[in-house]
């Protein structure tokens, strides 16, 4: 099982910037696909961003153009750098680690999660 620890959560205005990382245990990090996803009260988990073993990334159309997705295999992290923040971007957000590699959008694919990092922006 790969640890998950995610960090960088906290509040901030419309229009802001935050940048949320996640530290993952063990070695041979490089060949896991990696996910954000989020989760708002009342509403169920979605996909956020995910980036491959390739360094492929993938967005949910609310996003793109606004997130972007990085990973270093060096530090065993991956970040997700969040522009251009909106009230509607209020959630939990949940690092995943996936072992089939992939940037895949459905939470079903990974296979170990995060305890989550609060994301709150203010109108």
């Known amino acids: 099982q790969v640890q998950l620890v995610e960090s960088g959560g906290g509040l901030v205005q419309a229009g802001g910037s935050l940048r949320l990382s996640c530290a993952a245990s063990?070695?041979?990090?490089?060949?896991?696909?990696m996910g954000w996803f989020r989760q708002a009260p009342g509403k169920e988990r979605e996909f956020v961003a995910g980036?491959?073993?390739?360094?492929?990334?993938a967005y949910a159309d609310s996003v793109k153009g606004r997130f972007t997705i990085s990973r270093d295999n060096a530090k065993n992290t991956v970040n997700l750098q969040m522009n251009s923040l909106k009230p509607e971007d209020t959630a939990v957000y949940y690092c995943?680690?996936?072992?089939?590699?992939?940037?895949?959008?459905?939470?079903?694919?990974?296979?170990?999660w995060g305890q989550g990092t609060q994301v709150t922006v203010s109108s």
């Open positions: 980036i491959s073993r390739g360094a492929a990334t």
């Open positions: 063990g070695r041979a990090f490089w060949i896991y696909g």
């Open positions: 995943a680690v996936g072992r089939r590699g992939r940037a895949d959008s459905s939470p079903v694919t990974y296979d170990d």
